[in-house]
């Protein structure tokens, strides 16, 4: 499942007409990037979770030619819908017991057969990757007596933040509404049960959240693109 449903109001700059996911990085949207990921490491069907301007994404959908054994589909889940609402909402499409899900907005060089591996190797309801994001801004370094003695360029912050790639179980479907907002009381009650473990990703991660993250990920693909992990 790929949450596809939000505005991007923090963009700001060409996303008034087109959704978030549409957005284009390299010349293709970056929800292609994102299945493209998936679908290196063996993953065939997906379900795009819409909402705002979901048409477009359905012609998207229809109109791409997607790798040999790939499947890709919409489900249109309501313009205002919460994160965990559209997952809740969807679940009735789900024909196994272990699904991932994730936001159509991030990439990384993350291994996702290996995060899929531990989900299941620890036997709980939800794995989630959690990373260690650049800081935005250079951190200056000072001795007791006030004197600079260093800085550090954008180094990653010291603490684990939600990288965006989930593996469930359909039990964990329990722990979702249609009002819920996954990032709070369902995440919150599976970790309070002791049903969500976290998988490390030290590699490569960044999301668009803003104009300035699209600029930086055009960039990186005119020159190296860490999450190419495709041919």
């Known amino acids: 499942m790929i949450l596809c449903g939000g505005r991007g109001t923090r963009l700001q700059e060409g996303t008034s007409s087109i959704p978030k996911p549409l957005v284009e990085i390299g010349g293709r949207p970056i929800v292609w990037h994102v299945i493209q990921i998936y679908a290196t490491f063996g993953f065939r069907r997906f379900l795009l979770l819409t909402g705002h301007l979901a048409e477009l994404l359905d012609e998207f959908v229809a109109g791409e030619r997607w790798p040999e054994g790939v499947s890709v589909e919409t489900v249109f889940t309501g313009e205002e819908t919460p994160t965990g609402g559209r997952i809740h909402l969807a679940g009735s ?13 991030g990439v990384a060089d993350i291994d996702l057969g290996a995060e899929l591996d531990h989900h299941r190797s620890h036997g709980r309801l939800a794995t989630m990757a959690v990373v260690r994001p650049e800081l935005q801004f250079g951190v200056t370094e000072l001795r007791d007596d006030g004197r600079v003695s260093g800085f550090h360029e954008k180094p990653r912050s ?5 990288g965006g790639f989930f593996c469930f179980e359909s039990g964990a479907l329990a722990y979702l509404s249609e009002s819920s907002v996954l990032e709070r009381e369902p995440l919150e009650g599976l970790a309070d049960d002791g049903h969500l473990h976290a998988y ?7 999301c668009m959240d803003t104009y300035k993250d699209a600029v930086t990920l055009n960039d990186l693909w005119a020159s190296r693109a860490p999450w190419r992990l495709w041919d």
């Open 93 to 105: 499409q789900l024909s196994g017991s272990t699904f991932c899900a994730t936001y159509a907005d």
């Open 158 to 162: 010291d603490h684990w933040v939600n």
């Open 200 to 206: 490390r990703h030290t590699g490569f991660w960044r």
